[in-house]
C-alpha cells in the first residue's frame, strides 16, 4: 500500500497567456507537515484549487492517496479550511456544535437527520481543538481565532487523513496565531493528519512544519525543515523576490 498522498508531476498551470505556475511536482506522505510559503501572487492558492480538484491544470499529473484525480471519490478523507472562515457576524443563527455537525452533511447527503453517533463525533473533534466547552455557544460571539478551530474541528469530523489549510490565520491576533499553529502541530503528531498549509507566517510555521516548499510559480525548494534551515538569507531572499531576514525568538511579524 502506498503512504503518498498528494502527488504532483510536472503541473504547469496558464490563465490566459500568462504562467502561474510551472513545472511543479511534490509529494506529500502519510503524517507529514508541509508549509507552502512564497511570495503575493506565487500560485500558491492556484495549486490549492488544483489539489482540491477545482480547476484543472494546463499540463501535469495529480495523483490523491495512490489513485488519478479524476477517479477520486473519497472527498471525506480530504478537510480543507479556508482563510475566509473565520467571517461570522454575531447574527449568526448557528450554534459551535451546528457548525461542526454540518461537516458530516457531504458524507449523510442534505436532508437527512443528525444522531446521537454524530453529535458525539461533532464533540469529540471540538475536543482535539480545545473547544468543547464551548459547543453551545452562537459561532458569531467567538473571536476569530476560536472559529477558525471550531472550522478546523469542522473538518476533522469526517476523520480526514489531510487537512489543506490556506491562510487559515488571517484576522487572528498575534498573541493567538501561535497557540493555533501549536495546535495544528498536535494534530499532526498525535493522530498522524498530514497538513499542508499555505501561509505568510514563515518565521512561525517553518518552525513547527515538518516539510516546506518554497513556490515562487516554480518550486525553488523543497524538502524536510532541517535543510531549510541550511537555507542562507541571501538564498532565500533571492527566490522569494525581495529581502528576507529570519527572525528569531519574539520577533515573529509575518513577512510579506
Ligand atoms: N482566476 C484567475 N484568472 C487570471 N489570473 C489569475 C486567476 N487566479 C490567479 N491568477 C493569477 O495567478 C497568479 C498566482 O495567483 P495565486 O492566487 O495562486 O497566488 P498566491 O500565491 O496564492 O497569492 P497570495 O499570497 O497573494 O494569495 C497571480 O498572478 C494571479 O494574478
Known amino acids: 500500500m502506498t503512504n503518498s498522498i498528494i502527488n504532483l508531476e510536472h503541473i504547469t ?4 497567456h500568462s504562467i502561474a505556475l510551472s513545472d511543479v511536482s511534490l509529494e506529500v506522505k502519510q503524517g507529514e507537515f508541509w508549509a ?3 511570495p503575493n501572487g506565487s500560485g500558491k492558492s492556484t495549486l490549492l484549487k488544483i489539489i482540491l ?3 484543472k491544470p494546463s499540463q501535469g499529473t495529480i495523483e490523491l492517496f495512490g489513485g488519478p484525480i479524476d477517479s477520486f471519490n473519497q472527498q471525506q478523507r480530504i ?12 447574527k449568526f443563527p448557528a450554534t459551535v456544535l451546528e457548525v ?3 461537516g458530516l452533511t457531504s458524507k449523510k447527503g442534505l436532508f437527512k437527520r443528525f444522531n446521537k453517533e454524530d453529535e458525539q463525533r461533532a464533540i469529540d473533534a471540538l475536543h482535539v481543538v480545545k473547544m468543547a466547552d464551548r459547543k453551545d455557544e452562537s459561532i458569531g460571539d467567538l473571536s476569530g481565532g476560536q472559529q477558525q478551530r471550531v472550522f478546523i474541528a469542522r473538518a476533522l469530523v469526517s476523520h480526514p487523513d489531510l487537512l489543506i489549510m490556506d491562510e487559515p490565520t488571517v484576522g487572528i491576533d498575534r498573541q493567538n496565531v501561535e497557540s493555533f499553529y501549536s495546535m495544528l502541530s498536535e494534530l499532526n503528531r498525535e493522530y498522524g493528519i498530514a497538513i499542508l498549509l499555505v501561509t505568510h507566517e514563515i518565521d512561525v510555521v517553518t518552525k513547527l ?3 516546506i516548499a518554497c513556490l515562487n510559480r516554480s518550486i525553488h525548494f523543497h524538502g524536510v525543515h532541517a535543510d531549510y534551515e541550511k537555507m542562507s538569507e541571501t ?5 522569494y523576490g525581495h529581502p528576507i531576514r529570519r527572525l528569531h525568538q519574539k520577533e515573529t511579524e509575518p513577512v510579506r
Open 209 to 211: 512544519a515538518t516539510h
Open 79 to 90: 478537510g480543507y479550511v479556508s482563510q475566509k472562515s473565520n467571517a461570522f457576524t454575531t
Open 53 to 55: 480538484g477545482l480547476l
Open 36 to 38: 507552502l510559503i512564497g
Open 235 to 239: 538564498e532565500l531572499s533571492g527566490w
Open 13 to 16: 498551470h496558464k490563465f490566459n
Open 100 to 102: 461542526v455537525k454540518s
